[in-house]
């Protein structure tokens, strides 16, 4: 098996939390929101957020949703194309609170990242693009 990319993470958010996920990923992170309409017509149990050309995160609203307690799921690392000053610069420019800055290993090596919280309890890692 010769894996080439992710394509998509699902991620479940309580069921009344559409709105906040659309204020953070679309309005805060700059991300577009597709499949709201099939999401809000019954025709889809999910709506996505765009991370990249040929990546989404799809969020499923659930109401038996229940924050996880940091056991299993960790965090979802993305990589972006700023620096890691342009990055927290945009950041905070948005009003998204910076958990953490590391320089963690990941796929393509080691570089500059920082680690926001959704608000459903989730770590995105950002991983700045290498200077």
Known sequence: MDV???DHANLHIPADGVEAAVEFYRDRLGLAIENRELYESGDKPFFSVRLAPGAVL???PDESFEASAGD???HLALRVDAGIEELKSQLDEAGVDVDRELEPLGA?????AV???DPF???LEL???RD
Not at 108 to 112: D, L, Q, S
């Open 108 to 112: 393509t090596g080691v570089a500059p």
């Open 121 to 123: 309890g989730y770590t």
């Open 72 to 74: 299993g799921f960790d």
């Open 4 to 6: 080439t990319e992710i």
């Open 58 to 60: 799809h969020l499923q």
């Open 127 to 129: 991983k700045a693009a």
């Open 115 to 117: 680690y926001v919280t």
